[in-house]
């Protein structure tokens, strides 16, 4: 494993990390271990989730800390809030940027994480309620009293990442160190805005679906039906959107390199500029084996540049 600084922070975390949305969801709760104590093997430290996954909201963070009883301070645990956890917070009427909300989350994710801090403790979705002063402020407050150790964001486009940049350091108070969006080879829109302005205020990129829903791991062909038990088995209208003249252009320069695609999609986006850690879901340890092996590979300047022409960003497109 390689470990990288997150933005312009003090903190390091491994290339690869384990997206934990999966947990006692397509995962069964009984299988989280496993998969857990692989990615640890594997050298993975950052460990992504949310109070909002599991089968119910709760359940992922829950099964994310017995998981990691005994090795808590080994690992980065992020975690996030922000979005409708269906009372697992209280009342929150729609509004979950407030100091009283954050403060009911946060005592929730430590108690389910069973830990007294979270490393980076992530706002999911911004409030449209809320000001943005009042949520910067309450998650200033929890770095202060050590609850929270670094804050970062999620689904935010460039202006609201510099917007909040801004409002946090003219106001002393702490600022987000990350930025996790929707982000791969098949799918690289937030180059445009987000990718800049977080190298302009130092935040670290964590990309979420960096396989685009699998359709980058190679399993999915032109005018075929989704293999039994895969992923978009059970969505076929996603198959069928799919840009596969781009997955396939994808698919040629990952064989002129002499590895799977699902290696250039992980290995690929790994070397983009501002990415700290791939964030990536698996299901068994096998899985966890594989992302960190493609997590690691690195392409060259000439299959950077082929990646580039078969799949432009928005600059270039």
């Known amino acids: 494993m390689t470990y990288r600084q997150l933005g312009s922070s003090g903190l390091v975390v491994s290339a690869v990390g384990l997206g934990c949305n999966s947990f006692g969801a397509t995962l069964p709760p009984d299988e989280v271990q496993r998969v857990v104590s692989a990615a640890i093997e594997a050298g ?4 992504d989730t949310a109070d909002v996954y599991g089968g119910e909201p709760g359940q992922g963070e829950e099964l994310l800390g017995a998981a990691l009883a005994g090795r808590r301070e080994d690992v980065v645990v992020a975690t996030k809030f922000g979005m409708d956890t269906r009372g697992l917070n209280g009342d929150d009427y729609g509004v979950r940027g407030s100091r009283r909300y954050i403060r009911r989350a946060v005592e929730g994710s430590l108690r389910r994480l069973r830990t007294d801090h979270i490393d980076l403790y992530q706002v999911h979705r911004l409030d449209p309620v809320t000001p943005l002063e009042e949520t910067l402020g309450a998650l200033d407050e929890l770095v ?4 929270v150790l670094y804050t970062g964001c999620s689904n935010v486009t460039g202006w ?3 917007d909040a940049d801004w409002t ?5 108070l702490a600022p987000f160190i990350s930025v996790q969006n929707a982000y791969s080879l098949l799918s690289r829109e937030i180059e445009a805005e987000v990718v800049p302005a977080a190298a302009h205020v130092g935040a670290g990129i964590l990309p979420y679906w960096p396989l685009a829903s699998g359709l980058l791991t190679g399993k999915y062909r032109r005018g075929e039906p989704a293999p039994a038990g895969s992923r978009l088995e059970q969505r076929p209208e996603r198959l069928a959107s799919a840009d596969f003249d781009r997955i396939e252009a994808l698919e040629a320069v990952a ?8 290696t250039l999609a992980m290995g690929g986006l790994s070397a983009q500029p501002g990415v700290a850690s791939v964030i990536a879901g698996a299901r068994s340890p096998e899985q966890v084996e594989q992302n960190v092996s ?8 000439d ?3 082929a990646i580039d022409e ?6 270039a497109g």
């Open 303 to 305: 299959t950077l540049l």
């Open 310 to 315: 078969a799949a432009p960003g928005p600059a």
């Open 255 to 262: 064989q002129q390199a002499g590895v799977p695609l699902l």
């Open 160 to 162: 609201e990442l510099v």
């Open 44 to 47: 993975i430290t950052l460990f």
């Open 168 to 172: 946090a350091r003219t106001g002393g």
């Open 144 to 147: 202060r009293e050590g609850k």
């Open 294 to 301: 493609a997590g690691l590979w690195e392409p060259d300047a």
